[in-house]
DNA sequence: GACTAACGTTTTTTT
DNA sequence: AACGTTAGTC
């Protein structure tokens, strides 16, 4: 037996999931039942039984998790040995394949990656040539409609309505002539050319013969057949899970998958982890009492290790504005009272829109605080120039990024020139970077246009050449390009607040340190490309290094736990959202609660307000349907009211609620 | 083609 | 309330 690193500190149920190596396992791991530390112990273990660790991938929902993934095993086994594993998600997998084999599909190996808001500016543009600016459809309805199309195994020409499968097809043809692929083409690419290519399908089954997917009640049709090209006998998989906390749905994701493994995985060994180690036993079973109403769940009996503890308040607030200086006094109170830490506090909300008050109220009592969500790094718009600049230096091509920067900063190509450029590319089936050198091209334009394009043509030649006849470091080109054409002052003559200079500013250096480290790890420039599409996590170091509270979407929380919890906004129309009860997607919201309430270790507090700013307007709100459905042994329901009475007395709080009320009568 | 002023829309969740 | 888009002006 080997040096048992970690199997005397598990479980029967963790042990044995540990020990089931060989052949298809399901994991059902209910909320904080030490997955993650059994799914690293199991890996672990398969390095400890010298399985050569490039023989190994886990495939995680997100860049961050994998990074995480890779360092608790790094930090059980050698770092040698995590290094050379794969851990990544699906999507970045699918990019591994296809740099090396998308030739086979009729791609050029130097295929981009499209994304973000890239991806919405080249549909807004399908739209406006396409005629449906009139009836005002937002570029991120059809691109999702696509996205759902793909990612359920259809053809986009399959969607109901006529005009949007139109779209679909112009969409895709515009990306192929720019051998370009979205998100969702990777997959359906990576699953194709496995598929389709026996030579690559055995080359990879033979490089990774032990498969672990982690979160694999989020993974959708796509990635489930993707995976059966990949894992081929005797199948060792391995699927980790909980159908209880799917919460992508909307983005196709099937618990059937879960269902339905063993029908793709023959007899797999099913292991249920359902000792909770997280929470309390009053969070818990509140967390119970809501999730059982959910039909057609696989029953699981999650036991709780821990005692009842503090009860589980519910509050009725006035307002958002109360609610939201409730908790930051909370958490003043907490920190000092109890001793706890910024970081063992988090808020949890629906939407990313319901953050603002909760922020600006933290800022007034200067907690420290971290938005986890929000804006991307990546889609912000200096970056995404940035990364347009460095792509043009690749495969100038591309048409978006090129479109993108033409005009960025201003340097006389306006739009109409654009759309010259662009239609003249069009008819002669080349890319418009290609028209812009034609002189026949240029001979059709006034003068001035003319020399503004030779600029930019020579300017974007130039960066070229140098990286690549003088074999220059992309970095460095990169950075002089940016100073070159003025960049930093143009984006931060359109800025009205000091901050915000400072943050495009920093937005722009940040991106070009990056690239330099990831060039001085020998990494080309397209791959740095690559991970930066890929990586639409947060800004992951900043993560890390900011302390503090951490305010969170529901959906951003899955996977994270916190010793304090305050849930806010459990009102109808936000939690379930309104959408979702159009829509009869209610049991996904009742699981995202349910994922909410099981993040919190020691205390849960919910909220719901009376009223809420929607649009600058006030707004009466009712309270969330789901407050009924659970069980009251452990909750304590009170109103905002109520903690204003009972606290009176306590002198600290007093001030406290004076100091509330001052405010609220200046508001009135 | 660039800049400004008025207008209208917005808020689900993300690889 | 705040942002992006559009129309109108120089």
Not at 13 to 27: F, K, L, N, S
Not at 393 to 420: E, F, H, K
Not at 452 to 461: G, M, Q, R, Y
Request: negative net charge; charged residues 30%; contains cysteine.
């Amino acid at each position: 037996m080997a040096s048992d690193f970690a199997f005397e500190s598990l479980n029967p149920a963790q042990r044995e999931a540990v020990a089931a190596q060989d052949g298809p396992v399901m994991i059902l791991a209910g909320a904080g039942t030490g997955k993650t530390r059994t799914v690293t112990c199991r890996i672990a273990y398969m390095l400890e039984r010298k399985i050569p660790a490039e023989n190994i991938l886990a495939v995680t929902f997100t860049n961050k998790a994998a990074a995480e993934m890779r360092e608790r095993i790094a930090g059980m086994v050698s770092k040698k040995a995590a290094k050379e594993m794969t851990v990544c998600t699906f999507h970045s997998l699918c990019v591994r394949i296809l740099r090396g084999g998308i030739d086979k599909l009729g791609y050029k190996k130097n295929f981009s990656i499209c994304s973000g808001s890239d991806q919405s500016g080249l549909m807004k543009r399908l739209l406006v040539r396409m005629g449906g600016k009139e009836e005002r459809i937002k570029p991120e309805a059809v691109l999702g409609a696509i996205s759902k199309a793909k990612n359920q195994g259809l053809d986009p020409t399959d969607i109901e309505d006529d005009f949007y499968a139109n779209l679909a097809v112009a969409y895709h043809n515009e990306l192929r002539a720019q051998n370009a692929v979205d998100f969702d083409d990777l997959l359906l690419l990576g699953e194709q050319v496995l598929r389709e290519h026996a030579d690559v399908r055995e080359h990879f089954r033979q490089l990774y013969r032990r498969v672990t997917v982690d979160e694999f009640q989020d993974t959708n049709a796509l990635q489930m057949k993707l995976l059966q090209q990949l894992v081929g006998e005797p199948y060792h998989v391995c699927v980790v899970g909980d159908d209880d906390q799917s919460i992508y749905g909307w983005r196709g994701a099937e618990t059937a998958n879960i269902l339905e493994f063993e029908r793709f995985f023959p007899s797999p060994k099913v292991i249920r982890l359902e000792e909770n180690y997280r929470s309390t036993q009053a969070v818990l079973h509140t967390a119970n009492s809501l999730i059982k109403h959910n039909l057609g769940r696989r029953e699981k009996a999650l036991r709780a290790t821990r005692k009842d503890g503090e009860k589980v308040r519910i509050v009725a607030m006035p307002g958002d504005d109360e609610e939201a200086e409730f908790i930051a006094e909370e958490i003043l109170a907490g920190k000092s009272a109890a001793g706890r830490k910024w970081e063992d506090f988090a808020i949890l909300f629906r939407t990313n829109g319901q953050s603002r008050k909760l922020e600006m109220a933290l800022r007034e009592r200067k907690i420290p605080y971290r938005m986890v969500g929000a804006q991307s790094f990546y889609d912000r718009r200096e970056v995404r120039d940035v990364m347009a600049y460095a792509q043009l230096m690749v495969s100038p091509d591309s048409d978006v990024p090129l479109l993108r920067v033409i005009n960025a900063p201003n340097r006389g190509i306006g739009n109409s020139t654009a759309v010259l450029a662009t239609e003249w590319s069009r008819e002669h089936h080349e890319s418009v970077w290609q028209a812009l050198c034609d002189p026949e091209f240029r001979n059709e334009l006034g003068g001035k246009s003319r020399a503004a394009i030779e600029a930019f043509v020579a300017l974007i030649s130039g960066a070229r050449n140098k990286i690549e006849i003088g074999g220059a470091n992309p970095a460095t080109v990169l950075e002089e390009l940016i100073n070159e054409i003025d960049y930093r002052p143009w984006i931060e003559r359109g800025c009205k607040t000091q901050s915000e200079k400072d943050q495009r500013r920093e937005g722009i250096s940040m991106t070009l340190d990056d690239l330099r480290g990831s060039i001085a790890k020998g990494r080309k420039l397209q791959r740095w490309i690559d991970d930066c599409a890929l990586a639409s996590d947060r800004e992951e170091d900043d993560l890390e290094r900011k302390q503090g509270a951490t305010l969170i979407t529901l959906h951003a929380s899955k996977g994270l736990e916190f010793p304090i919890v305050f849930l806010v906004g459990l009102e109808q129309g936000f939690l379930p959202h309104s959408r979702s009860v159009a829509e009869g997607t209610v049991d996904e919201e009742r699981r995202l609660l349910y994922v909410g309430i099981t993040r919190a270790q020691d205390e849960l507090t919910m909220s719901y307000c009376s009223q809420r700013v929607r649009y600058g307007q006030t707004m009466a709100c009712e309270p969330s349907n789901f407050i009924t459905e659970l069980d009251d042994t452990h909750i304590d329901h009170t109103s905002y009211d109520d903690l204003l009475g009972a606290e009176a007395n306590s002198d600290e709080l007093d001030n406290f609620f004076g100091n509330l009320r001052g405010m609220l009568d200046e508001v009135d």
